[in-house]
Structure formats: structure tokens, C-alpha cells
């Protein structure tokens, strides 16, 4: 399932990126990036409240196949100029961090 | 294969240029078609160190050396240096400044991440002169 895919069936929204990237590992959730540096999986699902373009070069380098920014939060100027450029998909929903999680796994069809 | 080498100065405190050489790296290898898991690993190393040197070193220098068998990356700061390397490697330990925190950084994860994503790594630190570490990944 790709991230525009996983938008239309979710309800959340495509922040930045094309969402054509298929997401095919597994999802993980995390603020702390360096956390996320030595943890998150590639070609996964990442959801996070961190919107700045540090999060974009963090999910560039782990190989992120998506960006779920939950609680609202929104993307940065600055990041969403890099995300487009560098075509990082980012998706944002009002839900918090768990219910957002819970319901990308149930799209994804993850246990 | 012949070796290649590339070199990149990283400016202290912009976090809004940080991870710059790292991408460059990443889209090298990629290019030169290395393995997803060996561009990983180079990749995150190095931003871990490039973060490493926005962050404490105010500034610094990287150089990455690839030859047949191996990516060599040097990182190479004149900050402060550290009193306690063993510490420093400790997971979870940190000195970062609020400021930084507030970025996400400053979790005390970025040498014990580069430790375990290189396949050897060396700190040399001399407190009041600097900081270079030495990361090699290999390639088989």
C-alpha cells in the first residue's frame, strides 16, 4: 500500500512527498531522533509529533517509506520545502500518536 | 575498484544544514550500487557523527575514503573535546543543551548508534582541542 493509499483509506492527510512510495516494513513510533536513527525500520511506517526538517533528513538517511505526523501536527516551512524536493511522503492526522499507529497497522493489514 | 574519496565541511550550530553530507554519501553509494543494508549503515553512522559536530564540535570536517572492501569515514572536530570517552558511549548519557533537545536530539544515543551501525570505530578526544572519530564499514 503505497502513502496516498494509506491516506484514502485512513482519512489522514498528504502533508508532502507524492505518497506514491509503497510502504512495506513495519510501523514505529518515536520522537526522539536519534532513537529513531538506531531503531526505525527501513521501508516503514514512522509516527512522530517532530514536524522540522530534521525528521525529513532522519527519515531520508533510516529509509523511511512514510512520515505520520500525529496530534495535528503540522510540517515546517523549511521541511515541507525539503520533503517535496527530496519526495519523502508525509501524512498528517489530528489522532494521537497510538490511535494513528492503530489504524495505519489495521490499513496495512499488520497484526 | 579504484578508491574514491569525498570531502565535506559541516558548519556549526545550523541544524537546518545538518545531515547534508550524509545524504551526499547516501546518494553516492546508492549510485555506485552498494547494498541497501551497507548505504543504511554508512548513512546513519554518518549522520549520527555529522549531528555529533553541529551539535558539540562547533563544526568540523568529514572525510570518506571507498575502496573494494570498505567505506572509511573521518570525522574531525577542534570543540572542546571529551573528558570521558567510556561515558560518552554509554547509552542514554548526554550533554546536548535544551535547545537541542527541543530539536529531538539529545536522546545519548548518537555514539552508541555509531558504534552499532559501523563495523569498527575509534574516538581520539583531547579535551580543549578537539575530537576525531574514526568509523569503517565494510563492504563483504
Known amino acids: 500500500m503505497t502513502g496516498k493509499e494509506l491516506a484514502a483509506a485512513c482519512g489522514f492527510t498528504l502533508a508532502c512527498g507524492s505518497g506514491e512510495r509503497e510502504i512495506g516494513g513495519e510501523i514505529y513510533c518515536c520522537d526522539l531522533l536519534s532513537i529513531v536513527m538506531g531503531r526505525a525500520p527501513a521501508d516503514g511506517l514512522w509516527v512522530t509529533v517532530m514536524g522540522n526538517l530534521n525528521s525529513i533528513a532522519v527519515a531520508v538517511l533510516t529509509d523511511s517509506a512514510c512520515i505520520l505526523l500525529a496530534e495535528g501536527m503540522g510540517l515546517d516551512e523549511d521541511a515541507k520545502a525539503r520533503g517535496d524536493q527530496q519526495d519523502v511522503t508525509v501524512l498528517k492526522t489530528p489522532l494521537p500518536v497510538y490511535e494513528a499507529a492503530r489504524a495505519a497497522a489495521k490499513a496495512l493489514g499488520l497484526p | ?140
Request: proline share 4%; aromatic share 6%.
Open chain 2, 1 to 140: 575498484m579504484k578508491g574514491l574519496h569525498y570531502h565535506y565541511q559541516v558548519p556549526g550550530d545550523d541544524f537546518t544544514r545538518a545531515g547534508e553530507a550524509s545524504g551526499a554519501i547516501k546518494a553516492a553509494l546508492k549510485k555506485l550500487g552498494f547494498s541497501p543494508q551497507v548505504v543504511r549503515k554508512v548513512a546513519i553512522a554518518m549522520y549520527e557523527g555529522e549531528i555529533n559536530l553541529v551539535i558539540h564540535g562547533g563544526g568540523g570536517e568529514i572525510d570518506v575514503d571507498i575502496d573494494g572492501e570498505k567505506v572509511t569515514m573521518v570525522l574531525a572536530d577542534h570543540g572542546p573535546g571529551i573528558p570521558d570517552i567510556q561515558k560518552a558511549m554509554e547509552e542514554g548519557w548526554s550533554t546536548a543543551p535544551d535547545n537541542v533537545r527541543s530539536l529531538g536530539f539529545g536522546a545519548g544515543m548518537g555514539l552508541p548508534n555509531m558504534k552499532k551501525y559501523s563495523d569498527e570505530m575509534t574516538v581520539e578526544s583531547v579535551v580543549g582541542e578537539g575530537t576525531t572519530v574514526t568509523m569503517v564499514v565494510k563492504l563483504v
